[in-house]
């Protein structure tokens, strides 16, 4: 080989190991750094408690329990809400390091304005990070990460995002107690239900009582225990609507609508339910005064809304706004049962 190869050959390894030196460092492959980014927990299966926490004051604790996932110790999750952050916290990855002329504004914002969130896995905290504001453009979320040895704060946060999604994720660290409650009102299996009984208080003659013996032999009467001949598949369709049945919103207790309802509302209906246990369950119906842009838009003189009810629930513990689109196949009265002449 010629000498003038040889030194040729040598000139573009040397460049070559230059190059990748370069690109390294500027890319931001070290130890330290991998470990500053290193947001996603895979393995979500196995993670068993969230807590979540912001700088206002407000967390919430979520746990996986033989029961399903429960908020704070004492309601249900919604499932939707859950199963989205577990995706989050599985799908979360740095889209790009922030520059540093940027750094000391973004934790400035960061350490007033993020939420924190601890995921524990076999009672082991495995992973905590910071949700931070979003970027300009809203399609990236600053998170800074723990490290979990020394319990500090790495020195750099990042620009995250979840590869595919066009949006940001601070939205999905929820910390409002409302949001992450299941809004199921009532949920029964029809080989659960015992007794069914409707008082429809506005007008009582119309009200029921259906009794359910088995899944072959059914009862249906009125208030005063007339007797009532039923088309038994209407009345078949009937039970089977008391499955996931779930209110728009939960009111919160110190919601001023809440104390109007509890003191001074009367319902216009009344549903008590048994089930094959003896517990009771009651679900109380108060009528919801219309909006004035809906009258317009429907060109008629509602004097009650249409569309929206309120609804006192859990024997009268919990509070929300149902839709009449969901309610509505409930609240029959038991000409809906008898048979088409």
């Known amino acids: ?23 390294k460092h500027k890319s931001g492959t070290t130890t330290i750094d991998k470990e500053a980014s290193d947001f ?22 979520l746990e996986r329990t033989k029961e399903g996932w429960m ?27 922030i520059s ?4 000391k504004n973004v934790i400035k914002i960061m350490s007033s304005k993020s939420t924190k969130i601890e995921i524990y896995s076999k009672g082991e905290k495995v992973k905590q990070y910071y949700v931070g504001h979003t970027t300009q453009d809203h399609l990236g ?5 723990t490290n979990l040895e020394t319990n500090e704060n790495y020195a750099d946060p990042f620009v995250t995002h979840i590869p595919g999604f066009d949006g940001f994720l601070t939205t999905r660290y929820n910390t409002d107690e409302l949001d992450w409650r299941d809004r199921i009102v009532m949920n029964f299996r029809p080989p659960q239900l015992k007794q069914i009984k409707l008082d429809l208080h506005e007008m009582p ?30 009345l078949k369709q009937y039970i089977a609507y008391f499955q996931n049945i779930n209110c728009e919103i939960v009111l919160q207790k110190n919601d001023p609508l809440v104390d109007s309802i509890a003191k001074s509302a009367v319902p216009f209906a009344t549903l008590s339910v048994n089930d ?3 517990q009771q369950f009651i679900c109380e119906f108060f009528h919801k005064y219309p909006i004035q842009s809906k009258n317009e838009q429907y060109g008629v003189n509602y004097k009650y809304d249409p569309d929206r009810l309120f609804i006192r629930y859990n024997n009268g513990k919990d509070f929300g706004v149902a839709q009449f689109y969901v309610f509505g196949k409930i609240l029959q009265t038991y000409r809906y049962f008898t048979k088409d002449k």
């Open 276 to 278: 094959r246990n003896d």
């Open 40 to 61: 996603p927990v895979k393995d979500t299966a196995s993670i068993d408690k969230i807590f979540l926490a912001d700088k206002d004051g407000k967390s919430v604790l």
């Open 141 to 145: 979320t600053y998170m800074l990460l």
């Open 71 to 97: 908020l704070d110790k004492k309601y249900h999750v919604r499932p939707d809400a859950i199963t989205l952050l577990l995706y989050t916290i599985k799908m979360v990855e740095v889209q790009s390091p």
């Open 205 to 234: 003659d119309s009200s029921f009582v259906l009794d359910l013996f088995s899944m072959q032999r059914f009862g249906l009467k009125t208030k005063k225990g007339l007797q009532i001949p039923f088309d038994e598949a209407k």
């Open 100 to 103: 540093v002329s940027s750094k």
């Open 1 to 23: 080989m010629k000498k003038s190869s040889i030194i040729i050959i040598t000139l573009l390894l040397a460049l070559s190991a230059v190059a990748v030196y370069f690109y």
